[in-house]
Every structure is written in structure tokens, then in C-alpha cells.
């Protein structure tokens, strides 16, 4: 396609597209593979009980984030708690840890198809460019799946759910897919 993209040329708005369509098909698949199990679970039960509306996509946001290693806090609780519901004897499968890097890999390799790209150097230009909308996702991803039961709060780490899932995944696993375009784009022409 090109002698190489520069600044001007960055792909935001299919990395807009990929970065939204990554982050909601991660929360999809999270919710079909969890939601069953949450809706009967105790903690999904007493929420709706409680009058808690949408108990159940909350709860399922917060092992979404629990899928990128951001733990659930639960402040104002007698006891301060965090958590990962993923792994252990009662948890989710591990496989959930899939999931977003999978994810993102495929929209970093895709933005940098759809750009054309024919170097590893701007593969990495290319796969960046899913950032900007994965950070924003999870930013309001946070409020959107924070319960509020008497005086405890239980959300996904904000700091975490920031740094982790908002910048550092989309980062590695979208400029990884983007150089694997890159790289093949080359070795094939």
C-alpha cells in the first residue's frame, strides 16, 4: 500500500471501530458463557431481592474485568474485599483469560489489513490506533458496573480497570495483531 504510514495516517477511525467491537464482543462472550451461572448464584439472587435492576450485567462486567486481572473491590463492607471470580475451585474457567487478547490481537491485525499496512513499524501504528475506544469503554465499563448495596460498593478497580484493561491490553494485544500484519504483509509481497 504505502512507503509507510506517519502521525497523519493513523487509522483512528477503524481502530475506533475495532477497539468498540473488541471490548463488546469480550463482554458479550463473558456474558454467555457467566450469566446463567451469576443470575442463580447467591450473590446474583440477593442483589435482585435487594432491587439491585441489572444484578446480572454488573456482576458479569466485573468478571469481564476480572478477564483482564482487575480485581472486584467491594468498599464500605464491614471488611474490605477484592477479588477475581476466574480460576479456583468455585470460579469461572481460565479460559475466560483468553478472551481479551484474542480479541484484540484480531482488531489490531484488522485495522492494519484494512490499512493496508506492509511493515512491522506500522503494524504497531496501526494496532494502537484500538486503543483510544478500549480505554474509553472501560472507563464508563466502571460505572456502568458498580453496585451499590446499603453502605458497600462493590466495582471493578478503578485504577486497574484504567491502566490495565484500558491501556496496557489494548496496547500489547492490538500492536502485536497490527506488527503480525505488518510482518506477513512483507514476507508475502
Same mark, same amino acid.
Given at each position: 500500500? +504505502?512507503?509507510?504510514?506517519?502521525?497523519?495516517?493513523?487509522?483512528?477511525?477503524?481502530?475506533? =471501530?475495532?477497539?468498540? &467491537? $473488541?471490548?463488546?464482543?469480550?463482554?458479550?462472550?463473558?456474558?454467555?458463557?457467566?450469566?446463567?451461572?451469576?443470575?442463580?448464584? %447467591?450473590? %446474583?439472587?440477593?442483589?435482585?431481592?435487594?432491587?439491585?435492576? %441489572? #444484578? &446480572?450485567?454488573?456482576? /458479569? @462486567?466485573?468478571?469481564?474485568?476480572? +478477564?483482564?486481572?482487575?480485581?472486584? &473491590?467491594?468498599?464500605?463492607?464491614? =471488611?474490605?474485599? $477484592? @477479588?477475581n471470580a476466574i480460576g479456583g475451585d468455585q470460579g469461572f474457567t481460565p479460559l475466560l483469560f483468553v478472551v481479551p487478547p484474542a480479541l484484540l490481537l484480531a482488531a489490531g491485525l484488522a485495522v492494519a489489513r484494512f490499512q493496508g499496512v506492509e511493515t512491522s513499524r506500522d503494524g504497531v501504528l496501526a494496532g494502537v490506533a484500538v486503543v483510544p475506544a478500549y480505554l474509553v469503554l472501560s472507563v464508563v465499563g466502571v460505572f456502568l458496573f458498580t453496585i451499590s448495596a446499603g453502605p458497600a460498593t462493590g466495582r471493578p478497580d478503578p485504577l486497574l480497570? =484504567?491502566?490495565? #484493561? @484500558?491501556?496496557?491490553?489494548?496496547?500489547?494485544?492490538? /500492536?502485536?495483531?497490527?506488527? =503480525?500484519? @505488518?510482518?506477513? $504483509?512483507?514476507e508475502s509481497g
Open positions: 500500500m +504505502s512507503s509507510g504510514l506517519n502521525r497523519d495516517d493513523l487509522p483512528i477511525g477503524a481502530g475506533a =471501530v475495532a477497539g468498540l &467491537v $473488541a471490548w463488546i464482543l469480550g463482554y458479550l462472550l463473558t456474558y454467555l458463557i457467566t450469566s446463567g451461572r451469576i443470575r442463580e448464584s %447467591g450473590l %446474583g439472587q440477593l442483589l435482585e431481592f435487594l432491587g439491585e435492576d %441489572g #444484578a &446480572v450485567y454488573k456482576l /458479569v @462486567g466485573w468478571v469481564f474485568y476480572n +478477564s483482564h486481572f482487575v480485581e472486584t &473491590v467491594v468498599d464500605g463492607a464491614p =471488611v474490605a474485599v $477484592a @477479588g480497570a =484504567v491502566l490495565l #484493561a @484500558g491501556v496496557v491490553y489494548p496496547a500489547v494485544f492490538g /500492536v502485536i495483531g497490527g506488527v =503480525v500484519a @505488518g510482518t506477513t $504483509a512483507s
